[in-house]
């Protein structure tokens, strides 16, 4: 399995108004400039079988549609990879984080350079 490289913008932090949530915004290091239409058809399968009630709104997202109101999460692609940013339980967003990397890992994907 690959490891699998991300960041966070900052490290999720619990939110003032509700401390059992916590905002996240983290990166993962995708090489989006190698992704082909396979590439692409296995990262939103990936995106299918996480936790967290997937949809597929103007982003994808998980866990709820009604952004900013919590529980939320969607990721975008950026120049870095795939960014994902929400405001959700703690136990909700590691459970999907692990799932994720996991998931990630046993793929195909080209993984960028941090």
């Known amino acids: 399995m690959q490891q699998v490289p991300f960041y966070d913008n900052p490290t999720a932090t ?18 989006l400039d190698k992704f082909d239409e396979s590439h692409w058809k296995a990262l939103h399968r990936i995106y299918r079988a996480l936790p967290g009630d997937y949809r597929e709104l103007p982003l994808p997202t998980w866990f709820g549609d009604k952004e900013p109101e919590p529980p939320f999460l969607s990721a975008s692609v950026e120049p870095s990879g795939v960014q994902v940013c929400g405001l959700l339980r703690r136990t909700d967003w590691t459970a999907w984080h692990a799932a994720f990397v996991a998931a990630l890992a046993a793929s195909a994907l080209p993984f960028a350079d941090f």
């Open 14 to 31: 619990p939110a003032p108004e509700d401390p059992s949530l916590v905002h996240v915004e983290r990166v993962y290091g995708l090489d």
